[in-house]
C-alpha cells in the first residue's frame, strides 16, 4: 500500500514585517543622497559660473581703464587732394610759347641747367604734400635739373609754409602769383620744365607717378626714380587748391617780366 501524503495548500510567503522596515529606510537614504549630490553638483556649476562671470567683468573692466588710460593714436589728417580732369593737361600745354621772364632766369636756371618749377600755395592743406613730395624729388633729379617753388604768399608766408614743410628746395614767394597767371597755371600743385634757354617745355596738371615718370624721362634720369618714392604719389594727377591770383585763359605768345618789381620777392 503507498501511503497517502496529506495534500499540502500552497501558501504565499510574505516578508518579515521586522525586514520592511530596515528595507525602507535604506530605500530613503538612498534617494536622500542623491539629492544631496544633485544639488551640491547644481550648487558648483552656479558658484563656478558666478567666478567666471566675474572675473571676465573684471577683465573687462580694467581692459577699459587701459584703454581709457592711454590715448588712442590719432589718424594723420590727409590733405584733401583734387583730380586734375585731363582737359587741364591739354589747356596748359597749347601750341603756344611760353617763357620764363628774364628777371626770373638766374633764380630757376641755375648753372646753365634745366629747371623744374613747382607751384605752391602757402595757405593751401594740399601743398603741404606736394612740397613733401618735391623735396624727396629734387635729389634724383640735381644732376639733370634744379627744382624751384614758386609760393603763393607773402615773403613770411612762403618762410613758414618753408618750415612746416621741410621744404629744402629753393624757393620764390610772390604774393600776386604773377608766374602763375602768365603760365596760366590756375592751381597748386601743377608743375613744370623750363629748358636750359628759357622757354617751357611742358607744364603737368598735378603731381602723379606718369606725370614724374614722364619729367624724368624728358630729362634723361638715370637711374629712374625709385618705386619706393613713387608709390606715395597718386597714379593720376591731383591737384590742390586754386592759385587766387591766376586769370583763366590769359596766356598769350611771348611772356614779359612780371609788372611786380620782382626785386623784392623772397628767393631761398
Known amino acids: 500500500m503507498r501511503s497517502q501524503i496529506p495534500s499540502q495548500t500552497p501558501r504565499s510567503v510574505s516578508p518579515d514585517e521586522s525586514c520592511q522596515e530596515p528595507l525602507a529606510r535604506l530605500a530613503s537614504s538612498v534617494i536622500d543622497n542623491r539629492q544631496r549630490t544633485r544639488a551640491t553638483a547644481l550648487i558648483a556649476t552656479v558658484g563656478l559660473a558666478a567666478v567666471l562671470v566675474a572675473a571676465l567683468l573684471m577683465q573687462t573692466a580694467g581692459s577699459g581703464a587701459a584703454r581709457s588710460a592711454v590715448p588712442e593714436p590719432v589718424a594723420a589728417k590727409r590733405p584733401s587732394l583734387h583730380a586734375a580732369p585731363a582737359g587741364d593737361s591739354s589747356a596748359l600745354n597749347t601750341d603756344v610759347e611760353r617763357r620764363l621772364p628774364s628777371a626770373l632766369t638766374p633764380a630757376i636756371l641755375a648753372d646753365g641747367c634745366p629747371g623744374v618749377v613747382f607751384f605752391l600755395k602757402a595757405d593751401c592743406e594740399c601743398s603741404k604734400g606736394f612740397a613733401i613730395t618735391a ?57 613744370a620744365l623750363v629748358a636750359a634757354d628759357g622757354s617751357v617745355e611742358a607744364v603737368w596738371p598735378g603731381i602723379s607717378r606718369q606725370g614724374l615718370r614722364d619729367l624724368a624721362g624728358r630729362l634723361g634720369v638715370e637711374p629712374p626714380l625709385p618705386e619706393t618714392l613713387l608709390a606715395e604719389i597718386p597714379g593720376a594727377a591731383m591737384a590742390g587748391c586754386l592759385i587766387d591770383s591766376s586769370t583763366p585763359g590769359r596766356v598769350g605768345g611771348a611772356v614779359t617780366a612780371p609788372a611786380t618789381n620782382l626785386s623784392k620777392e623772397t628767393s631761398r
Request: overall charge negative; proline content about 5%.
Open 135 to 191: 623735396t624727396a624729388l629734387a635729389p634724383h633729379l640735381q644732376r639733370f635739373a634744379a627744382c624751384t617753388a614758386v609760393i603763393e604768399g607773402t615773403a613770411a608766408d612762403a618762410d613758414a609754409f618753408a618750415a612746416a614743410t621741410g621744404l629744402a628746395i629753393p624757393f620764390i614767394a610772390q604774393p600776386e602769383s604773377e608766374l602763375a597767371r602768365e603760365w596760366g597755371v590756375q592751381k597748386a600743385g601743377c608743375f
